[in-house]
Antibody, heavy 118, light 110 residues
């Protein structure tokens, strides 16, 4: 069974940093591209970042480019999102999702909540 | 960026057909492959893939769900609608980066 489990969310002040993790199981992690997708409270879905299976290709939404860094450790079956210079508008539930560049997001985690507030 | 437009709310009676539309600001097709996908999200849950590449039913999804369309116009159909289908439905394109979602359609029961 495919499982994606996010962690690392919490309350953080504007301008500070936070690092999210997503541990994958039930499939060969190193064979798949991975994504971060977020959802602000009561709002729709926003794709944040993508990383290919071997980390050769990385893409970001303009809203986070230069502030967020996606990475992965295939030996640990773990996806990361390093978030810096956080803003109130980054407040959201952050999901990791499996999906290659042109593929759908076939599997999603339960999400980890990030709240940016003073 | 490719903008996906959905109606915010659709009200349907139980047992009837629901048709949810998604219009893209430019074609999301490549060589006749339609890179449009549909997700269902119930309150408090993560999104679930329903339909991929416009018309392919994802694993474990009931045949009451179907998808159609090409180019810029796509439709998700639920027939017949059941009480368990109350949710938000999102379309999403993977034609080009940034990957984008529609704003979602909330399915309500009349």
């Amino acid at each position: 069974e495919v499982q994606l489990v996010e962690s690392g969310g919490g309350l953080v002040q504007p301008g500070r940093s936070l690092k999210l993790s997503c541990v994958a199981s039930g499939f060969t992690f190193s064979n798949y591209g991975m994504n971060w997708i977020r959802q602000a409270p009561g709002k729709g879905l926003e794709w944040v970042a993508y990383i290919s299976s071997g980390s050769s290709y990385i893409y970001y939404a303009e809203t986070v480019k230069g502030r967020f860094t996606i990475s992965r450790d295939n030996a640990k079956n773990t996806l990361y999102l390093q978030m810096t210079s956080l803003r109130s508008e980054d407040t959201a539930l952050y999901y990791c999702a499996r999906g290659d560049r042109t593929s759908p997001f076939a599997y999603w985690g339960q999400g980890t909540l990030v709240t940016v507030s003073s | 960026d490719i903008v996906l437009t959905q109606s915010p709310v659709l009200a349907v009676s139980l047992g009837q057909r629901a048709t949810i539309s998604c219009r893209a600001s430019q074609s999301v097709s490549i060589s006749s492959i339609n890179l449009m996908h549909w997700y269902q999200q119930k309150p408090g849950q993560q999104p679930k893939l329903l339909i991929y590449r416009a018309s392919n039913l994802a694993s474990g999804i009931p045949a009451r769900f179907s998808g159609s369309g090409s180019g810029t116009d796509f439709t998700l159909t639920i027939d017949p609608v059941q009480a368990d289908d109350i949710a938000a439905y999102y379309c999403q394109q993977s034609r080009e980066s940034p990957l984008t979602f529609g704003s979602g359609t909330k399915l309500e029961i009349k």
